[in-house]
């Protein structure tokens, strides 16, 4: 008995993992682009979400990529645009044709719209903007005004709003009259005469209300506005902590402007959350898996130069107790486990101090709080394995005040990684530094010197 396999349908999970896309969905797309196929390329695309055609784009090799954005034609739409990796926008616009970018930007809201092009070189963005309506290109144009990473340009144009003495029965015959609405919207923003934002209401209680009740009656308990200019950090930051769905953007005169929607807050988050993971590592926030060799090498060589300058201050340490070195060669065997032990102590209480910054978690109301417990916690793991590494220095090399010298060391390491690893951080917060990008080198200094000195600076004076 034979069966037909459905070879069309989209094929996002398998052995391999959840969502990930399959290899035969990605080889057989690959060949399509070798026999030129267009109608079986659609074929397999049509089924995909536009984050598994984005992500399929960025597997491939830059000569496949612009084979498969002129192949695929005008059934290229905005939504894949905007699930690209930042780096390959611009790659990708350049290829496209000037009619078939001109439609897919038309499918975007105006925020959608000002993000792909907020980080184009000027002359594309105004190939981009020549494509628009005119409309549409003075909202982005206003947008593109507002300063980087704020709420303005974060926020879409489209909102839904009605005045705050209407009736529900009313604001439904507006909503189903209106001639566009944005295509997500999940509140009806109610506004005074002056167009001040003073509530909102779900679509959900408006659809299960009586149409004569009052919309004041049915507002939400909590609303909030966003000021244009706020951070998009601080945008996120409040989308998650009152748990918003969508917020109204106010100018200065706090009249409504825009809106955001809790879809571009949780990216802002997500953007951040990643953008702390790779400055922790110390690598540029730009990077990408589609880099060039060149670009990623340039991306990593600023944060390993500074490794490399405050490593050299730690060998200055380890030099000045040369001759101690020389006389006892164990201490050389033991000394990378004092410098590993106390670098991943640092970099865990860095790592729990920088996210609790990230948070607002940590404040100055509880530092001194948390610094206490941090330095508890330090210290008491540095007695632990103070005295585990003395057991095995002791049965390792005979000498039993090396066992002494090896776990008082391991105390002082453990907490001077506890100190630094939150100390520094607030000390760059509150300088203005982002803790995520500067703290790991001076962290991983403060911890090898401080290891280094008290391990060697007691046993020269006890051992020799």
């Given at each position: 008995m034979t069966q037909t396999v459905d070879q069309s349908a989209p094929e996002t999970e398998t052995e391999d993992g959840a969502y990930e896309l399959g290899r035969r969905l990605v080889s057989g797309i690959l060949y399509t682009l070798e026999a030129k196929d267009r109608s079986k390329l659609v074929e397999l695309l049509e089924p995909l979400h536009p984050a598994d055609i984005a992500d399929i784009i960025e597997q491939i090799n830059p000569y496949d990529r612009r084979r498969l954005v002129q192949l695929y034609g005008e059934e290229f739409d905005g939504d894949i645009?905007?699930?690209?990796?930042?780096?390959?926008?611009e790659e990708i616009?350049?290829?496209?044709?000037?009619?078939?970018?001109?439609?897919?930007?038309?499918?975007?809201?105006?925020?959608?719209?000002?993000?792909?092009?907020e980080d184009l070189d000027e002359p594309q963005q105004e190939a981009i903007l020549d494509q628009l309506e005119d409309a549409d290109r003075v909202a982005v144009e206003q947008a593109l005004s507002f300063p980087e990473n704020t709420a303005g340009r974060l926020m879409q144009r489209?909102?839904?709003?009605?005045?705050?003495?209407?009736?529900?029965?009313?604001?439904?015959?507006?909503?189903?009259?209106?001639?566009?609405?944005?295509?997500?919207?999940?509140h009806v923003i109610l506004v005074t005469p002056r167009m001040k934002p003073v509530g909102n209401v779900t679509?959900?209680?408006?659809?299960?209300?009586?149409?004569?009740?009052?919309?004041?009656?049915?507002?939400?308990?909590?609303?909030?506005?966003?000021?244009?200019?706020?951070?998009?950090?601080?945008?996120?930051?409040?989308?998650?902590?009152?748990?918003?769905?969508?917020?109204?953007?106010?100018?200065?005169?706090e009249r409504l402007i825009g809106m955001i929607t809790i879809d571009d807050a949780m990216a802002v988050l997500d953007e951040e959350h990643e953008e702390d993971i790779l400055r922790l590592a110390g690598v540029s926030e730009e990077t990408s898996l589609s880099d060039t060799i060149f670009e990623a090498a340039r991306g990593r060589a600023t944060w390993l130069f500074v490794n490399l300058l405050t490593a050299i201050l730690a060998s200055l340490v380890i030099g000045a107790f040369a001759e101690t070195i020389d006389e006892m060669v164990a201490l050389a065997v033991l000394m990378p486990i004092v410098a590993s032990m106390g670098g991943n102590a640092g970099t865990q209480t860095m790592t729990v101090t920088?996210?609790?910054?990230?948070?607002?978690?940590?404040t100055a109301q509880n530092a001194l709080r948390v610094a206490r417990r941090e330095l508890s916690v330090g210290a008491l793991n540095?007695?632990?394995?103070?005295?585990?590494?003395?057991?095995?220095?002791?049965?390792?090399?005979?000498?039993?005040?090396?066992?002494v010298v090896i776990g008082v060391a391991m105390v002082f390491t453990q907490i001077s990684a506890a100190l630094g690893g939150i100390v520094i951080p607030m000390a760059l917060d509150r300088a203005g530094i982002d803790p995520a990008l500067a703290s790991g080198p001076f962290v991983t200094t403060i911890t090898d010197v401080v290891g280094f000195f008290a391990f060697l600076g007691l046993a020269s004076h006890i051992l020799l």
């Open positions: 645009l905007s699930e690209l990796d930042d780096g390959l926008r616009i350049q290829v496209l044709r000037p009619d078939v970018l001109a439609d897919a930007l038309r499918e975007l809201e105006s925020d959608d719209i000002v993000d792909l092009v489209e909102t839904v709003w009605v005045p705050e003495d209407w009736t529900v029965g009313q604001a439904i015959d507006h909503v189903r009259n209106a001639r566009e609405l944005p295509e997500q919207f999940y679509l959900g209680k408006l659809m299960s209300t009586k149409r004569a009740v009052a919309l004041r009656e049915i507002v939400e308990e909590v609303f909030q506005t966003i000021p244009v200019t706020q951070d998009e950090e601080d945008v996120a930051y409040a989308f998650n902590q009152y748990h918003l769905i969508s917020a109204p953007v106010v100018d200065a005169d920088v996210r609790a910054l990230a948070t607002k978690d940590l540095g007695l632990l394995f103070g005295c585990i590494m003395a057991l095995v220095a002791g049965f390792w090399f005979g000498v039993p005040m090396l066992a």
